[in-house]
């Protein structure tokens, strides 16, 4: 599967952004789905993920209650509403893709990747 995210770009604290992530291929249901950042000279961190059923969703406490995950099987895209932005949210924004649930929120048990879109929320 190839994975393209966009939708970042430059907003103020307390604004928000909807990532999206459109995925090519004919099994993307099959996917467990995940957004990850990464902010300059830090490692890349688990943002918010998705069963492949849609059925059960994950978010980091850092974006609990203002960010939203969600998935749209016939447009073949996973979004991401982010809400309520703060200035350490600015970072670029990765999704990726994998098969099963185990361990979903470890960047290293996904196969496929999108480019990154860069995020950043001025003060």
């Known amino acids: 599967v190839q994975l393209q995210a966009y939708g970042g770009g430059l907003v103020q604290a307390g604004g928000s952004l909807r990532l999206s992530c459109a995925a090519s291929g004919r099994t993307f249901s099959s996917y467990a789905l995940g957004w990850f950042r990464q902010a300059p000279g830090k490692e890349r961190e688990f943002v918010a993920a998705i069963t492949w059923s849609g059925g059960r969703t994950y978010h980091a406490d850092s974006v609990k209650g203002r960010f939203t995950i969600s998935r749209d099987y016939a447009k073949s895209t996973m979004y991401l509403q982010m809400n309520s932005l703060k200035p350490e949210d600015t970072a670029v924004y990765y999704c990726?893709?994998?098969?099963?649930?185990?361990?979903?929120?470890?960047?290293?048990?996904?196969?496929?990747w999108g480019q990154g879109t860069q995020v950043t929320v001025s003060s």
């Open positions: 990726a893709a994998r098969y099963g649930n185990y361990e979903i929120r470890q960047p290293g048990r996904y196969d496929y």
